[in-house]
């Protein structure tokens, strides 16, 4: 007899992404730079987009195949 299993996959997450590859992410930081870290003589803030909408909690964001991530600091 032939049986089909299915396997059940946690999504990844944008912040699992970043641990596995070893950068330092999180809502306001990545890598060596936070929010109120100068930029171009200013505070500086980290802006994430997902799809062209800002996303508050990108860390757990669950990455799709297609999703348009764009990640700023400044």
Request: hydrophobic share 35%; with cysteine; charged share 30%.
């Amino acid at each position: 007899t032939i049986s089909s299993a299915r396997f059940l996959i946690d999504p990844i997450t944008l912040g699992r992404f970043f641990d596995v590859i070893k950068v330092d992410f999180s809502n306001d930081k990545i890598m060596d730079h936070k929010n109120g870290d100068l930029c171009n003589d200013k505070p500086g803030e980290l802006k994430i987009s997902i799809n062209g909408i800002e996303n508050l909690d990108p860390r757990n964001h669950a990455i799709s195949d297609g999703d348009s991530i764009n990640i700023k600091f400044e």
